[in-house]
């Protein structure tokens, strides 16, 4: 995928902090506080590097004054803003993120527009050089989520609430801005909305011509366009509002922003089907005339959804203004989200060669979020990166930043991976069976160019076979080599390889793994694990190429209580453990830029050869099963490594790193006993453990001594889900 770069007018790189405080009956989820961004000021030094132009910033109502101005504390505020200045970073202000302001209002209060606009004037009168504003955002978003759909408060769930919430918002905004400008005249408003397309089957084309009249109706709104010709009017009229009421809301709303932000999300495409018995009924429901089944578009639609390209352009035809996209963001694997990213960027350059006045594409978001997956409703930590990862101890900058701060400062972007159409584009995205939505609009399947691959060596082991299988899933371009294709072993083996494949990295599953045979074979167990990883390491520093490799908890001794972690000292107590001990000092010192990951017990759904799947098959039988009640270790559920190692190879990481499953419980790292391991396996199966004998390592007539302890833990990121979730995982794959 070539990137393209208007000289002329290039594209601004902005960015933006998911900073929602939304209120959920008598809580609020407070984003800023989750993502640590609160209390961590040095963040905007990390994103100034990014050689962004504009920041989407919180300047929240509902933190700065929940009990009013009268005791408002402008301090976290004011030290933000004065840094961001320093910085030359211009922040685009907001005042309400998916809120409903603080307690003594709504999104319902027919006061809540005069009392943000005291907010936003108090603002205003506080940092009179701000000039760009977001006073609220996605106003149609929020009122369907707090006035529809019942998921924020005041947790409406009928029409009316719905439209009271929206005219509430957007006389909001136009109140607020003329606050804002009498304070500063050149105060520009930068009005953010998630926009999608609905597309349907012929029988609901009605419903869908309603909803994309719907979706833009709080653009309609601020631009003065609602009044009794408006498509939506009679709607808006029948949800409960007087003529007289929705002429006055439509003429206090009165503020066309100075740049229309679009928010745009794969999710935000739907598809609607009467063929209710094609889906899962949980996406069954209806609009009191039909019922239908409410998916993701791009999930059925044969030839795929509209896409960033024509939404845009839709949004210029319709209204004229300028543009920029303010969020796109995509919960997935690495590759996927830079593919993601990057294709929407090359959309809004096409449309500016085109003549579109498109300002900016907005990386969003840059610490990630927490808890979208439940919309908001509960606070379960469930954590999706973004261009930053905060699973580190500080933010780590993932790939995405990379890509973001080559496209701001105007380079090339040239990673194998982009070549790759994302899965939206690919053909296994389709879930249901395939309809044709074709109209003018819809966005067509991209055919893979031929890019150069990821090397997989280790084609007949476990993890070999998991990568490859992965990285078909990932659309990553792979070869999965056996020994006869390439011999690690032997350089000149090796070199062929790399000259006719061209590699843009390696991952080396292939080792010597039989821990007790290595004791009688220590010279083959060394060649396999040592000389082969230096002399793939050699390789891929001579070629530029990145390496993932793999090490083991046995290069330690177990004379600890506590989680190791990538600096603690290692003493292995076995051959094997030597061996994996030499291979990382040999393989940092040929190439200090590779990444050699320790993980432990392995268990996966994909071979019968495990330690989980051996003991759930002996113990179903009534077989007598033995395991160690005294080995603690950490159990590593092969899925999660593989997708857990390819981000970080992707995101340029290297040196060591610790990847394990961390346990569930309050010790988070405490790692299990094997026989522990058997049991909890069992007791999700529904398993009777009658026949498991639990006995000390001792018993077990291991030749090679092995740690009593090598629970692995990490200084540098947990990013491993958790075991309990890894267990259910292994049964649903398996199944």
Known sequence: MTSLFNAKHPLEMWAGIECTVNRVGDEYFDQLERNGHAKRLDDLELFAELGIKKIRYPVLWEKIAPHGLETA??????ERLEKLHKLGITPIVGLVHHGSGPR????????????????????????????YYTPVNEPLTTARFSGMYGHWYPHGRDPLTFVRALLGE???????????????????????????????????????????????????????????????????????????ELEASAKNSYCPPNIIGINHYLTSERFLDENLKIYPTWTHGGNGKDKYADVEAVRVCAEGTAGAYILLKETWERYKLPIAVTEIHLHCTREEQLRWFYEVWNAAN?????????????????????????????????????VFDLRSPNPRPTAIAKLVADLAYGRQPNH????????????????????????????????PAASRPLLIIGAKGTLGKAFARLCELRGITYRLLTRQEMDITDAASVNAVFAELKPWGVVNAAGYVRVDDAEREPHVCLKINTEGAEILATACAQNNTALLTFSSDLVFNGAVT????????????????????????????ANPASLVIRTSAFFGPWDEYNF????????????????????????????????????????GESGLWHLANKSASAQLTEGIAWADLA???????????????????????????????????????????????????YFNERS
């Open 104 to 131: 003594n209002t709504s999104l319902v209060d027919p006061e809540f527009p005069q009392k943000l606009a005291v907010f936003a004037r108090a603002v205003a009168e506080r940092y009179p050089w701000v000039t």
């Open 612 to 651: 989980v799947t051996i003991a759930l098959r002996e113990l179903s039988a009534g077989n007598t099963f033995v395991a160690a009640e005294d080995a603690v270790v950490s159990p590593t559920y092969v899925p999660d490594l593989v997708h857990a190692s390819l981000d970080l190879l992707i995101d």
């Open 416 to 447: 194998p991976l982009f070549e790759t159409p994302g899965w939206w584009r690919r053909p296994e995205r389709l879930e249901y069976p395939a309809v044709s939505c074709f109209h003018e609009g819809c966005g067509t399947e991209v055919v």
């Open 170 to 244: 957007c006389q909001a905004i136009a109140l607020a801005m003329k606050a804002i400008r009498e304070v500063n005249p050149d105060a520009k408003l930068v009005q953010t909305e998630d926009l999608g397309k609905t597309h349907t089957t012929p029988k609901l084309a009605y419903q869908a011509e309603f909803e994309n009249e719907r979706r833009w109706l709080s653009f309609d709104l601020l631009c003065g366009r609602i009044n009794q010709t408006h498509f939506i009017w009679e709607y808006l009229c029948n949800c409960g509002i007087s003529e007289a």
């Open 350 to 386: 096409k449309l500016q060669d085109e003549g579109v006045d498109i300002r900016a594409v907005t990386a969003w978001s840059l610490l990630g979020s927490y808890d979208w997956n439940s919309l908001l409703t509960r606070s379960v930590g469930y954590y999706e990166a973004g």
């Open 679 to 729: 049991k909890l396996a069992a007791k999700q199966a529904g398993v009777s453990i009658s026949s498991l004998v639990a006995l000390p390592a001792q018993e077990l007539g291991w030749i090679a001594p092995r740690p009593s302890y090598s629970v692995l833990g990490s200084s540098r990121g947990e990013i491993m889900p958790c075991l309990d979730s890894a267990m259910s995982r």
């Open 73 to 78: 504390d402008w301090s976290w505020a004011d």
């Open 562 to 589: 506590n989680p190791y972690v990538e600096t603690d000292t290692v003493a292995p107590l076995n051959v094997y453990g030597c061996s994996k001990v030499l291979a990382e000092k040999l393989v940092l010192q």
